[in-house]
């Protein structure tokens, strides 16, 4: 089982400060968690990743159930020792790739049927054996089977997806193993009504924490914070929020003053991977050719070993002949400015000055923000 | 200038142990040096090629000089520092790859001239060129411009070519800097008394170093040890000598017995991109579905951060599922078997021992081999 602490909440939002002890180790909230979908969080090694700051990675059941197998990994150890981390590691249930990967052939009560995307092979995932999987994988945080409807999405099938949501949570959370922290997912759309009766029947289950999904998925910022700001009040105050799939340092921002405690985004490492980089003063497209000969870092603020090591001129010419190094080191430092932009959030909270903080934060990210087209999928 | 001191050399054998000081560092001979053709040893970050013990590497005048660029790096500060490892780089002439990569035009007397692979911009690159490219570059060590025909080549071709080489030497010499670095490449392809006619002509030069180019392109190692063992001896001893492209470990280790101190392969680095891992014991190929469920170390004999840190259970499905960690990794753990693989021939000589140090080696080495027929081109 988990402990959540609260160790302080800021008067003037509602930001708060937690420790959360795992079994197999302590993160400190708010916390980022990168993403490793596949068991590796693309192009870093888990040391990097340490040094990066994160204490929790989040890996994904549906892609580890296909390849290499839950039951190979539970014979190597479980998840964090099979893939080097061993440290916290939450696992996403795979409802959402099911449903924006897999080749879905139907969905009834029972559970989601689907294809694999990777040899066509026939799978059923119900809330039973998603629990099961995630438990044999060794997560610290499991999470439900959630049924995500894609964004813009119709008033009644967002309230069936709420409904079957709701059902789901409770097979899953009496299948699970005491000893198995298992969150449940607020669905709902963009409906707050159906937003705040979802958070309710989940709440009712007494689960040790609680995610909002199905949002960052397209919708405007307005509607993402105004839904979340009517979840999180109707939370236990005393167990972890996670919202899934967020996302930019502005949405992070905005979601830890609504009392969100956990994020994940595979913004940082695909952005880094692509060649977007996130710096103080905004984001930076580092093929550019206004940095062909700039011999500064790219971002002079940051103790990353990337803006110790290298120039953008440099940077630029790896991704300009297609080295593989040009990717790792962007997303070295791309996990890293999460990291930083958290342990900063975390340090203001602390002196109560979270408002102050992130006004400072946000004038000077805003300062150049070259924005890029790019979402917050997961 | 380089300093370099043959510090002992076996009596069983013609393996010498040397020091070789040259501007941005001192390098322990025999010595192997890493391929970073466009500035990058392929997916690994220069920390990590210090760690593997390496102590000068190799990069590619042709691909600098098309991108980004010799003028500026030399801006930059040179490539040493261009690429934030700041030790010793040799670079290689590129006549190898106007031969190999681009399009060539017109191989005249004055030069070659070529398309670049890139953009098809046309280019010529004489003796005069090649060597103020490199000493923009600020390379530690030089490499005249030479004629390297393909294997098998007729006679009458590898004696042209060995009479271009030796006139182009002559004129990379006359337009060098005192200061430059400039290794002689004795070409002469599986001739006996063209190499030894060519290595005559180069040595009149009096040049700092000497290379034995156009082998190790296909043809029976027998042929290769043949034509090393017919030119060292002609060699100075009191010069460098570099074997270009060599290779695999016992075809290192010959070289070494016939007094050979320098070393450059993309074997390592390209293996380990593929897939394919040198170990103690051999060969392994990762993707193969033995290691599904191997708990093991890649090599339990190294002590890489690869081999002290994963499993081949867990190296395998980064390559199945495509991570980009696992070509790292396995390159990573190449890198350093080639370093420990030097480590190891230093010591023996220091002892007295190569000759038993080598037939240990080979012995454990080849008691698993797994060919891959992979070519060992750079």
Same mark, same amino acid.
């Given at each position: 089982?988990?402990?959540?602490?609260?160790?302080?909440?800021?008067?003037?939002?509602?930001?708060?400060?937690?420790?959360?002890?795992?079994?197999?180790?302590?993160?400190?909230?708010?916390?980022?968690?990168?993403?490793?979908?596949?068991?590796?969080?693309?192009?870093?090694?888990?040391?990097?990743?340490?040094?990066?700051?994160?204490?929790?990675?989040?890996?994904?059941?549906?892609?580890?159930?296909?390849?290499?197998?839950?039951?190979?990994?539970?014979?190597?150890?479980?998840?964090?020792?099979?893939?080097?981390?061993?440290?916290?590691?939450?696992?996403?249930?795979?409802?959402?790739?099911?449903?924006? #990967?897999?080749?879905?052939?139907?969905?009834?009560? &029972?559970?989601?049927?689907?294809?694999?995307?990777?040899?066509?092979?026939?799978?059923?995932?119900?809330?039973?054996?998603?629990?099961?999987?995630?438990?044999?994988?060794?997560?610290?945080?499991?999470?439900?089977?959630?049924?995500?409807?894609?964004?813009?999405?119709?008033?009644?099938?967002?309230?069936?997806?709420?409904?079957?949501?709701?059902?789901?949570?409770?097979?899953?959370?009496?299948?699970?193993?005491?000893?198995?922290?298992?969150?449940?997912?607020?669905?709902?759309?963009?409906?707050?009504?159906?937003?705040?009766?979802?958070?309710?029947?989940?709440?009712?289950?007494?689960?040790?924490?609680?995610?909002?999904?199905?949002?960052?998925?397209?919708?405007?910022?307005?509607?993402?914070?105004?839904?979340?700001?009517?979840?999180?009040?109707? #939370?236990?105050?005393?167990?972890?929020?996670?919202?899934?799939?967020?996302?930019?340092?502005?949405?992070?921002?905005?979601?830890?003053?609504?009392?969100?405690?956990?994020?994940?985004?595979?913004?940082?490492?695909?952005?880094?991977?692509?060649?977007?980089?996130?710096?103080?003063?905004?984001?930076?497209?580092?093929?550019?050719?206004?940095?062909?000969?700039?011999?500064?870092?790219?971002?002079?603020?940051?103790?990353?070993?990337?803006?110790?090591?290298?120039?953008?001129?440099?940077?630029?010419?790896?991704?300009?002949?297609?080295?593989? #190094?040009?990717?790792?080191? #962007?997303?070295?430092?791309?996990?890293?400015?999460?990291?930083?932009?958290?342990?900063?959030?975390?340090?203001?909270?602390?002196?109560?000055?979270? &408002?102050?903080?992130?006004?400072?934060?946000?004038?000077?990210?805003?300062?150049?923000?070259?924005?890029?087209?790019?979402?917050?999928?997961?």
């Amino acid at each position: 089982m988990l402990q959540f602490r609260v160790e302080k909440t800021e008067v003037a939002s509602r930001a708060r400060l937690g420790t959360l002890v795992l079994p197999n180790g302590t993160v400190h909230t708010p916390c980022f968690m990168p993403v490793g979908t596949q068991g590796s969080v693309k192009t870093l090694t888990p040391a990097e990743v340490v040094e990066s700051g994160a204490e929790i990675i989040v890996c994904n059941t549906y892609h580890l159930y296909l390849r290499p197998g839950h039951k190979r990994i539970q014979a190597a150890g479980g998840l964090p020792k099979f893939i080097g981390w061993n440290r916290p590691v939450l696992t996403d249930s795979g409802g959402f790739q099911v449903y924006s #990967l897999a080749a879905l052939t139907r969905v009834t009560d &029972e559970g989601a049927q689907f294809q694999s995307h990777v040899d066509g092979s026939r799978h059923l995932f119900t809330p039973e054996l998603v629990v099961e999987i995630q438990e044999a994988l060794g997560s610290d945080i499991a999470m439900c089977l959630d049924e995500c409807p894609p964004y813009p999405v119709s008033r009644p099938v967002a309230e069936a997806a709420v409904a079957r949501t709701s059902l789901w949570a409770e097979r899953c959370s009496r299948a699970r193993k005491p000893e198995t922290n298992l969150f449940g997912i607020v669905q709902g759309a963009t409906y707050a009504d159906l937003r705040e009766s979802s958070a309710r029947s989940l709440v009712a289950l007494d689960l040790p924490g609680y995610a909002i999904g199905g949002l960052c998925l397209g919708e405007a910022s307005d509607v993402t914070y105004d839904m979340v700001g009517r979840v999180t009040p109707l #939370l236990p105050i005393d167990r972890p929020r996670y919202l899934m799939g967020a996302g930019y340092p502005e949405d992070i921002i905005a979601a830890v003053k609504l009392g969100v405690d956990m994020f994940d985004c595979v913004l940082p490492t695909r952005n880094g991977r692509t060649g977007t980089a996130f710096v103080s003063s905004g984001r930076v497209v580092i093929r550019n050719s206004r940095h062909s000969d700039d011999l500064g870092a790219l971002d002079p603020m940051c103790d990353c070993y990337t803006c110790r090591s290298f120039t953008r001129a440099y940077l630029r010419h790896l991704f300009v002949v297609g080295e593989a #190094l040009g990717p790792k080191l #962007l997303t070295l430092h791309n996990v890293r400015f999460y990291q930083r932009l958290m342990q900063g959030m975390r340090a203001a909270i602390e002196q109560g000055a979270f &408002e102050n903080w992130s006004g400072e934060f946000l004038d000077r990210y805003r300062s150049s923000a070259q924005p890029t087209g790019e979402d917050s999928d997961r």
